[in-house]
Nanobody
């Protein structure tokens, strides 16, 4: 059974930084695309970033492009989301997700496995 455990969320002032981590277990992590999504109160879950199995291909939502960076360490079975220049509108629960194939995707329905989420709160 696949398990994804996020960590690194918290409270930060606008303009600050956080790094989220997602540790995966139960499956060959390196072979599958990974993604980060977020959901703010009263809103639908939205795509943030995704990365291919090799790490060579990355995709970002326009709202985070240039501020967030997704990366993965296959040796540690971990995917990261470095978030810089945070804004109050980045406040949400952030989820990592894993696909069953190598390529990344921007669609939440393309992901089979999800973590429990980690809260990120950005104060103004």
């Amino acid at each position: 059974q696949v398990q994804l455990v996020e960590s690194g969320g918290g409270l930060v002032q606008a303009g600050g930084s956080l790094r989220l981590s997602c540790a995966a277990s139960g499956r060959s992590f390196s072979r599958f695309g990974m993604g980060w999504f977020r959901q703010a109160p009263g809103k639908e879950r939205e795509f943030v970033a995704s990365i291919s199995w090799s790490g060579d291909s990355t995709y970002y939502a326009d709202s985070v492009k240039g501020r967030f960076t997704i990366s993965k360490d296959n040796a540690k079975n971990t995917v990261y989301l470095q978030m810089n220049s945070l804004k109050p509108e980045d406040t949400a629960v952030y989820y990592c997700a894993q696909r069953t194939i190598m390529t990344p995707s921007t669609a939440s329905r393309a992901y089979a496995y999800w973590g429990q989420g980690t809260q990120v709160t950005v104060s103004s």
